[in-house]
T-cell receptor, first 114, second 113 residues
Framework: GAGVSQSPSNKVTEKGKDVELRCDPISGHTALYWYRQSLGQGLEFLIYFQGNSAPDKSGLPSDRFSAERTGGSVSTLTIQRTQQEDSAVYLC????????????FGPGTRLTVT | GNSVTQMEGPVTLSEEAFLTINCTYTATGYPSLFWYVQYPGEGLQLLLKATKADDKGSNKGFEATYRKETTSFHLEKGSVQVSDSAVYFCALSDNPGRRALTFGSGTRLQVQP
């Protein structure tokens, strides 16, 4: 079946602009995660959704970052007033609610803030 | 807090050599342990997992054994191929309610023909 998809695959934006990143999880996966992969910080957890609620937002680096999930499926990560340090690859993953926690990752969105 | 420590890379091996990538962890409770692989230009893929002490995860000739006494989950392969060249990430998930993965810094493997 289809895997996790993300769009856009690449995004270049000017400092100060807002961006939206989209994630379509695997059908039937109720858990959804956002991570960030950058050279200096490695792979960092951002936020976790179970259904449409986000019980864990502890990884969001600032209040410029927000995310929502609707219909228990698609999720959008929004970064307001982007800064150069936001440049990274943003990864989305999904998993079944039960089980050992194995997560299936999308190809990522490469964000470059100029 | 949770943490995962991997051996520094890059690791460069000749084809058919034996591979070990060390991984140790710190966690509360009883974590599940994972190895993910990222091939050039591709996304993260789950390679193998182990959910309790002494479990051995295996896939594509790779193996790792969950060692609670040494808090380790070292990745091994008896004979590497050029196609194994990739970045390997060790990770843990220790809270069923939270389930977010904590990753190591990754180890780049380069296999030469």
């Amino acid at each position: 079946g289809a895997g996790v998809s993300q769009s856009p695959s690449n995004k270049v934006t000017e400092k100060g602009k807002d961006v939206e990143l989209r994630c379509d999880p695997i059908s039937g996966h109720t858990a959804l995660y956002w991570y960030r992969q950058s050279l200096g910080q490695g792979l960092e957890f951002l936020i976790y959704f179970q259904g449409n609620s986000a019980p864990d937002k502890s990884g969001l680096p600032s209040d410029r970052f927000s995310a929502e999930r609707t219909g228990g499926s698609v999720s959008t990560l929004t970064i307001q007033r982007t800064q150069q340090e936001d440049s990274a690859v943003y990864l989305c993953a999904s998993s079944l609610a039960q089980g050992a926690g194995e997560q299936y990752f999308g190809p990522g969105t490469r964000l470059t803030v100029t | 807090g949770n943490s995962v420590t991997q051996m520094e890379g890059p690791v460069t091996l000749s084809e058919e050599a034996f591979l070990t990538i060390n991984c140790t962890y710190t966690a509360t409770g009883y974590p599940s342990l994972f190895w993910y692989v990222q091939y050039p230009g591709e996304g993260l893929q789950l390679l193998l997992k182990a959910t309790k002490a002494d479990d051995k995860g295996s896939n594509k000739g790779f193996e790792a054994t969950y060692r609670k006494e040494t808090t380790s989950f070292h990745l091994e392969k008896g004979s590497v191929q050029v196609s194994d060249s990739a970045v390997y990430f060790c990770a843990l998930s220790d809270n069923p309610g939270r389930r977010a993965l904590t990753f190591g810094s990754g180890t780049r493997l380069q296999v030469q023909p």
